[in-house]
């Protein structure tokens, strides 16, 4: 008989600082985000440790009273001798989650105190990012973030680790030598230069190819962008029919998707997902998956997705423009695609919300991924967008020319064919450069 092992659960508790210039929804707006990224690492939070404080304590991060606090609750002892435990059989935790990038001393100095690892959100979205990625570029870029956040850090390491990080001598006891911190440094510069000189060849590489496909094929493209978990992956699956991860958790996906639109239209539009957007998402790590970005910087069309259901949409809206901004994709054409309206309540609800979301933002597009009617509707608005660039020419193919048939409706719309003894005449309608091609194939057959 084969006895199935349970898999052990892993617990965390969550805490966090709330400074002055913090309203109290943006606090719990950011709290509720990290226990979802905690949920994406397979953490179930019980508890939630929060303080308000003019600035972070410069030693540990919180107050020595709340941090006394949460190493009661942690080690399941009293906090006051005269207090008894309530809960002898507490599950452990395995890790404290700050919602703020903390420096090396004062996790280090932290974690000492309450008896327990401590995680700081970047830590834990370097994380999500290293288990998630697939391609070899985005392998690269999660390799380049995490010892760059490494590198400060190994001071803390190494006096946790006691002599052994101390400075060695030179060879044959003269000169200074160089500690293992220093050596580990080097190493870690050495390995950032070489990711960064294999980013660039993968850029270079993928921008080729990107040139050749559009110059061969003349795809127009679209690429989604927004907040993490907005709905992105849903609406890309029904664009294109295609099979893509939906789940139901922060950076689910990290690599950039690219399908054609489904049914194929004319011009071919290409769809690609992007890597969603968070708060505070760290500099450098903005910087290092730049790439994965890259599509909406060559795309025509951005489709930023917002979820509409989150009372907090509008700080979506500021993260995604802000981050757009910094990589030089907000002059992109942008159609704003509020989804997810299905999770807004009854009907009614539905309704009111929607009027609300037109008023304020009049050119968006109130909708559900989940709703064929709409998919279909979003789908028409983007063909009309690509197709405001095309003009209509008209050719004469002769019967010993139909070899030229099939490409005619590949490239571009049949609006008029009609023929008689001599062959058949096409009135099209399709992207300069097609209709230039076609001329240039038919000047050959003459």
Not at 21 to 49: H, M, P, Q
Not at 169 to 183: A, D, F, K
Not at 192 to 208: C, N, P, S, Y
Request: glycine share 6%.
């Amino acid at each position: 008989m084969q006895i199935e092992v349970e898999e052990k659960s892993r617990y965390a508790v969550v805490a966090a600082v709330q400074l002055p210039s913090v309203s109290d929804n943006e606090f719990e707006s950011s709290l509720s985000e990290l226990r979802e990224l905690a949920k994406t690492l397979g953490y179930e939070v019980i508890r939630t440790f929060v303080q308000k404080r003019s600035g972070f304590d410069m030693t540990a991060y919180l107050g020595a009273g709340k941090r006394q606090e949460i190493r009661s609750f942690v080690s399941n002892e009293p906090a006051e001798p005269e207090e008894i435990v309530a809960d002898p059989d507490s599950r452990e935790i395995d890790v404290i989650l700050v919602d703020h990038e903390i420096s090396p001393s004062q996790a280090r100095n932290l974690e000492k105190e309450v008896g327990c690892e401590v995680m700081d959100r970047t830590m834990v979205i370097l994380e999500i990012f290293h288990r998630n990625a697939r391609s070899r570029a985005a392998r690269a870029q999660v390799e380049i973030a995490r010892l760059g956040y490494m590198a400060p850090r190994l001071r803390e390491a190494a006096k946790l680790a006691g002599p052994q990080g101390r400075q060695r001598s030179g060879v044959g006891g003269r000169g200074g030598g160089e500690s293992h911190t220093e050596l580990d440094r080097r190493k870690i510069r050495d390995r950032i230069a070489e990711l960064q000189q294999e980013i660039v060849a993968m850029d270079a590489e993928r921008k080729t190819q990107r040139a050749r496909r559009q110059e061969r094929q003349g795809l127009a493209g679209v690429a989604l962008v927004g907040y993490t978990n907005a709905g992105k992956s849903t609406l890309m699956r029904a664009l294109t029919g295609s099979e893509v991860l939906v789940a139901n958790k922060l950076f689910a996906t990290l690599d950039t998707t690219v399908r054609a639109l489904h049914p194929e239209s004319v011009p071919r539009v290409l769809v690609s997902d992007t890597v969603g957007f968070i708060k505070n998402l760290p500099h450098g790590l903005v910087a290092s998956f730049k790439s994965t970005l890259d599509e909406a910087l060559d795309a025509s069309l951005l489709l930023h997705v917002i979820d509409a259901s989150d009372p907090g949409f509008e700080r979506q809206l500021e993260v995604t423009d802000g981050v757009l901004e910094e990589i030089g994709a907000h002059v992109v054409p942008r159609l704003r695609i509020f989804n997810k309206i299905d999770h807004v309540g009854d009907a009614a609800a539905q309704a009111e919300r929607e009027a609300a979301l037109r008023a304020q933002y009049p050119d968006c597009i109130v909708m559900s991924a989940r709703r064929p009617d709409d998919v279909v509707k979003l789908r028409q608005k983007i063909i009309e967008f690509f197709q405001q660039g095309l003009v209509e020419a008209e050719f004469f193919l002769p019967w010993s020319a139909q070899q030229l048939r099939g490409g005619i409706y590949t490239s571009c719309q049949v609006l008029e064919e009609r023929s008689d003894n001599e062959g058949a005449f096409f009135r099209i309608r399709g992207e300069p450069n097609a209709i230039k091609n076609l001329r240039k194939q038919f000047s050959q057959t003459r």
